[in-house]
């Protein structure tokens, strides 16, 4: 009979959000007491101090952290986060997130997260160049190419990934351009890596708006987040012919049932950095968007959005989770018993960027690379692999499909460490 263990070091909403959910999944496929710890926890953390020397010569200690959830199915994989509410619970969340999300669709890898405690709005262009170099030095001996290999994530970019690309190649004493993906063309990133989980979540939303015999050219779309993931999202719907209605970013948002200038609103935001003041539509707070009516509800920022508070006022018929964990468990229950609205739960929604960060990490250790329309054919037969299996998996056990994408990504890791015993 196994012990379980309570984690105090990531303990935090998020981190117990993250290990319901996991609960829930083991119940309903029975997953043996001798398993179910060593597949819940963290494998393994580290936190480091990163001094940066600022513009007007003081020097600033931020607080860093990367967490290695699971190893036993390949290198861990899992973007790095800049933000100003990171927490090591939440970095844990997503790295647990992240090994089932990586498990549901196929690839060998497990699951990590990185994140730093910082606005980077706050810093100069040096300043950001000089925390990522340090914290990617303070990884030099935890990540690499069959260790670790880091993304981005909010609040950093291919050029972050970039410059933490050359710190470890430096020390090293070779090019490593397979430690991180995400890059710069130049440096080997992959053709549609930038848009791929945005493409990713557009393509599953056409799927399931077939499913429900929706014509994507009258679905209306409100998306709640419009950095990289919401907007390459909404290019992607406009693209379809959906009419997006809603977009946001953390200044709040813009409301227009007509229909918003895409193309308009990217332009603004390319020059301004936020959606403030855009004349494309009414202002609307982020909260007060989440609850319009729309067709196709998308959150695409941070996670918990979508609460017990808010849930019963939806008024969509499909929820995309384009963010990690988006829905808190209490939200959950509530939509499940209203039964009006479907769900592309997170592990799968989102799944478009580590699927195409695999496929870079592949062109980057075989020196031969694909060409955009290569990359997206692959992407999206793998999606459609996954939401087969996924939705097979709801109708076979009759679980939601959240259930259902948890319970493969988790079966096939805790089969993976029962298949390779444990170490003495």
């Known amino acids: 009979m196994s012990k379980a263990i309570v984690s105090s070091l990531y303990d935090s909403d998020v981190f117990r959000m993250a290990c319901r ?65 990171v927490t090591l619970g939440e970095v844990a969340a997503l790295a647990m997130w ?28 040096s300043e950001l160049e000089h925390l990522s170099r340090r914290y990617m030095q303070e990884m030099v001996g935890f990540v690499g190419p069959q260790t670790d290999v880091p993304a981005p994530d909010v609040g950093t970019n291919e050029k972050i990934m970039g410059w933490m ?22 440096l080997g990133g992959s053709q549609g890596r930038r848009e791929a989980t945005g493409a990713g979540v557009a393509y599953l939303v056409v799927k399931y708006l077939a499913d429900l015999k929706i014509p994507v ?11 990289n993931v919401g907007s390459e999202t909404a290019v992607a719907l406009d693209r379809y012919g ?34 403030r003041d855009f004349d494309g539509g009414e202002a609307i707070s982020n909260e007060a968007l989440l609850e319009q009516k729309c067709t196709v509800l998308i959150p695409a920022a941070l996670e918990r959005v979508i609460t017990d508070q808010n849930a019963p006022k939806l008024k ?34 989102n799944s478009g960027g580590v ?29 459609d692999k996954a939401k087969d299996a996924v ?19 988790i079966q096939r890791v805790a089969d993976a460490k029962q298949s390779r015993g444990l170490f003495p």
């Not at 992240?98 to 262009?125: C, F, H, Q, R």
């Not at 690309?165 to 130049?186: C, E, F, Q, R, W």
């Not at 695999?358 to 037969?381: C, G, I, T």
Request: proline share 5%.
């Open 242 to 275: 959906a009419k997006i209605v809603g977009i946001s970013d953390y200044t709040g948002g813009i409301w227009n049932p007509k229909g918003i200038d895409i193309k308009k609103a990217l332009t603004y935001v390319r020059y301004q950095k936020t959606l």
């Open 355 to 383: 699927i195409v960060s695999y496929f870079e990490w592949l062109q980057n250790l075989s020196s031969f690379y694909w060409s955009r329309d290569e990359v997206l054919e692959k992407l999206f037969a793998m999606l």
């Open 316 to 349: 969509c018929r499909l929820l995309a989770e384009a963010a990690n964990g988006p829905t808190t468990n209490a939200a959950d229950k509530i939509i499940e018993a209203r039964g009006d609205i479907e769900i592309i739960p997170d592990v799968l929604c």
């Open 165 to 186: 690309m050359d710190t470890y190649s430096n020390h090293v004493g070779h090019l490593a351009p397979a430690v991180v993906t995400g890059k710069p063309i130049s």
């Open 21 to 85: 959910q996991f609960d829930q999944a083991a119940d309903a496929i029975n997953l043996p007491d001798a398993i179910r710890d060593r597949t819940k926890y963290p494998r393994r953390c580290l936190a480091v101090s990163l001094p940066v020397k600022r513009r007007d010569g003081s020097v600033t200690v931020f607080e860093g952290y990367r967490v290695q959830h699971n190893l036993s199915t390949g290198p861990s994989k899992g973007g790095i986060r800049f933000h100003q509410d």
């Open 391 to 409: 939705d097979a998996q709801k109708a076979k056990f009759k679980f939601s499909r959240r259930l259902a994408a948890l319970t493969l990504g």
């Open 98 to 125: 992240m090994s089932w999300k990586t498990s549901l669709v196929g690839l060998p890898y497990g699951g990590a997260k990185g994140g730093v405690i910082v606005n980077p709005n706050d810093l100069s262009e």
């Open 217 to 227: 050219k009258k679905a209306t779309v409100v998306i709640q987040g419009f950095g």
